[in-house]
Structures are given as structure tokens and as C-alpha cells.
């Protein structure tokens, strides 16, 4: 059976770091996209960052771009996302997904999908 966990979110204050995990099993992780993307209330699901396993390529928003790192433990089999100088408007529900393809930025590609851990941003 096929799972993502993440975990790690939680409340920090504007300017604070979280450090996201997503835990996987039941797939080969190294032949995956891991992607980890966001949903705000009344608002569309979008991509932040994603990583290949193969090689280690990675991929960020603009959004994120500088502030965010994605990483990833194959031996583990976990992706991390490391988020640093957090804005108010990176408040949202994070999931990671994963895929077999090319790095991407659509959700409806993702085969697999996580619970989602909440991040909020007080400012």
C-alpha cells in the first residue's frame, strides 16, 4: 500500500522556519517525483517545490524561490521541506504527492497524496 505522512507544521511567527517532512512507503521512491504543494482557504491548490529522487533535482515557485528548500533522505525514503523567513501568506495546508514522469507543476498528474499538515504564519 502506497502512504505519504508528512508532518511538521504547525504556528510560527512571520520571519520563523518550519521544517516539513513526508514520510513514504509502498512505492520504489527512487523512480518518483515528490512534489510538496499548498492549498489556502478559497484558493486554488498550487506547486511550491518539487524534487526528483533519481538525481536529485529540484524545483521551486517564484514564490518560494530562496526561502524554501526542498531535500530529500533515500535511504529513508523521506522528503523534507525546509522553510525559512515564512511569510503570512505561506499560511496554508501542505501536501506532498508523488509521481513517475517528469518534474511538474500540476497537481492532477500526482498519483499519490499525503493528509496534508496545516502551516500558519502569524505576522
Known amino acids: 500500500e502506497v502512504q505519504l505522512v508528512e508532518s511538521g507544521g504547525g504556528l510560527v511567527q512571520a520571519g520563523g522556519s518550519l521544517r516539513l517532512s513526508c514520510a513514504a512507503s509502498g512505492f520504489t521512491f527512487d523512480d518518483y517525483v515528490i512534489g510538496w504543494f499548498r492549498q489556502a482557504p478559497g484558493k486554488e491548490r498550487e506547486g511550491v517545490s518539487c524534487?526528483?529522487?533519481?538525481?536529485?533535482?529540484?524545483y521551486y515557485a517564484d514564490s518560494v524561490k530562496g526561502r524554501f528548500t526542498i531535500s530529500s533522505d533515500n535511504a529513508k525514503n523521506t522528503v523534507y521541506l525546509q522553510m525559512n523567513s515564512l511569510k503570512p501568506e505561506d499560511t496554508a495546508v501542505y501536501y506532498c504527492?508523488?509521481?513517475?514522469?517528469?518534474?511538474?507543476?500540476?497537481?492532477?498528474?500526482?498519483?499519490?497524496w499525503g493528509q496534508g499538515t496545516q502551516v500558519t504564519v502569524s505576522s
Open positions: 524534487i526528483r529522487s533519481s538525481d536529485g533535482s529540484t
Open positions: 504527492a508523488a509521481f513517475e514522469g517528469d518534474p511538474s507543476w500540476d497537481p492532477t498528474g500526482y498519483d499519490y
